[in-house]
């Protein structure tokens, strides 16, 4: 709601009275701003960061149809996210997987693998043609798209990479314009996250992302945020949908890994809620510790534990040539509930 004339009222009850009918105005008008209605279902198209967006219990995913349900809508959610997909993958499996469930919507996240992968990548003329033929298959099923543009390939915003992929979300945002497709203009928000909170460790960034591609708690809450706001969200909905996800089961999980080497690794993880792992933050952070590092390194002490010559195994690598990860895993998950509950209490 846009007022482009007030009248001023000085010294008088009627400014407040008027005040306060503005903003119960507003507020009771907005969700009727939000484009996706009660009980209309959306798929998620993409890759590995959809997938993960769904198995994730705080994915973007799920966030996006929390935060939905925490402004009054009850959207029925219809994952379609598959590790390592590319646009010509996509648009192959687009009618099975999308398109025969009869949603009303659908959010396409779609290009990150069409770069990162190299020669085995999809090249951005027949990347165009792929994403426009996907987005027109689904218009004429009448099924509403939601473009995200791809977020980044490292959270060097000025590798080659990012680079390359920049000409991939420009086509994005043209096409979104011209099909008239919401946009949420995800590697724009990425991009001004990251550059106000510059990297000096000298390792690659880790602010958004757990490995540079695939999404940590923060990246989820970025993306399921921009979703929301090219839904229709304004801020106030927005802090309803952020409210909701505090308290998510899960939704802020804490994990650790181990790698042994030759793509064998020891992996651990703890439910926790947002609201949880933001007060495990806060905590450590008074110690100039970061809770990633700190429950890291908790892991890597308890495998060397098992080395010798204190333990049984020469090395980590021996726990799997033993045919011993299952035993270990379940050993060290056992030590890393500890660890967290103990930082739980204090």
């Not at 646009?87 to 469930?101: F, G, P």
């Not at 700190?294 to 308890?302: I, W």
Request: aromatic share 4%.
């Amino acid at each position: 709601m846009q007022i482009t004339k007030r009248r001023r009222f000085i010294g008088c009850a009627t400014t407040t009275w008027l005040a306060l009918a503005i903003l119960l105005a507003t507020v009771s008008n907005s969700l009727a701003d939000i484009a996706v209605k009660e009980g209309q279902k959306i798929g998620f198209m993409g890759d590995s960061i959809t997938a993960g967006g769904w198995s994730n219990p705080g994915g973007y995913v799920r966030l996006v149809i929390a935060g939905l349900e925490a402004n009054g809508i009850k959207a029925t959610p219809a994952p379609a996210g598959v590790s390592g997909n590319k646009s010509n993958q996509m648009l192959e499996r687009l009618k099975r997987d999308v398109l025969d469930k009869k949603p009303d919507w659908m959010t396409l996240s779609c290009g990150v693998n069409d770069v990162w992968h190299g020669v085995k990548g999809v090249p951005l003329d027949q990347y165009k043609t792929n994403i426009t033929t996907i987005i027109e298959q689904c218009q004429a099923a009448n099924v509403k798209v939601v473009i995200l543009t791809a977020t980044v390939i490292g959270e060097e915003v000025d590798n080659d990479n990012n680079k390359k992929l920049a000409s991939y979300n420009e086509f994005l945002r043209e096409l979104a314009k011209a099909k008239k497709c919401p946009l949420a203009d995800l590697n724009a928000l990425f991009q001004e996250a990251i550059k106000a909170h510059p990297n000096s460790t000298g390792k690659p960034g880790r602010l958004l992302t757990s490995d540079g591609v695939h999404m940590n708690s923060a990246g989820d809450q970025l993306m399921a945020q921009g979703v929301l706001q090219a839904m229709g969200c304004d801020a106030a909905q927005i802090q309803k949908a952020q409210a909701a996800w505090l308290d998510m089961p899960g939704g802020g999980t804490v994990k650790a890994r181990f790698d042994a080497g030759k793509g064998q690794r020891l992996e651990v993880a703890y439910p926790l809620t947002l609201r949880q792992r933001e007060k495990l933050q806060t905590a450590v952070a008074k110690e100039s510790k970061s809770l990633n590092d700190l429950l890291t390194a908790a892991l890597v002490a308890d495998v060397k534990s098992l080395l010798k010559p204190a333990g049984e195994y020469e090395s980590a690598a021996a726990i799997f040539l033993a045919k011993k990860e299952k035993d270990v895993q379940k050993l060290l998950q056992e030590k890393f509930n500890q660890h967290v509950e103990s930082l739980l209490k204090n």
